[in-house]
């Protein structure tokens, strides 16, 4: 296991299991990767928990993140507390107090949160969202028949000069 106190800036660290307090890495290769009060650039990790720091990217398969930023999350299973996350894509997915830009999953559970866009096939407790899977596809078809009607009409005005 590797343990690090207000670590410096690294390139890569790679181990079995990975303890930041503090501190950034840029990449981040292990079965095991807790964060707290730091960050990173990329995880790849089986199991992450992410507790008051930043990621740009998680692929994982247990994905625990409190009171944390990140900006894309993908994994099996992902539980938010308190989180903000771009993108996050897994088969479960557990909200609470958190905000998200784009949720997709399988199964999502919130309380309290929020979404710009949520595709889920089942989605349990409260959850606000500017867009749902009925939404995304009606703004697709309304957009796709305005960008259209536009490119035609183009067309016709060309062929008339």
Known sequence: METSDEMTVQEEIQAEEIDLHGG???????????IQLGGA????????????????????????????VAFSVQGSSIAADGASVGVASAENLTLSNSRSCVVAGKRVRSERSSSIILLAQEVNGTVETVLDTRGVVLA??????????????????????
């Open 24 to 34: 950034t890495v840029d990449t981040i290769e292990a079965e095991v990767v807790r």
């Open 41 to 68: 650039n990329r995880i790849i990790a089986s199991d992450v928990d992410l507790n008051q720091g930043g990621v740009m990217q998680i692929l994982g398969e247990q994905v625990t993140l409190d009171h944390a």
């Open 140 to 161: 697709g078809l309304v957009s796709g028949i305005a960008i259209g009607s536009v490119l035609f009409l183009g067309k016709l005005l060309a062929r008339r000069r």
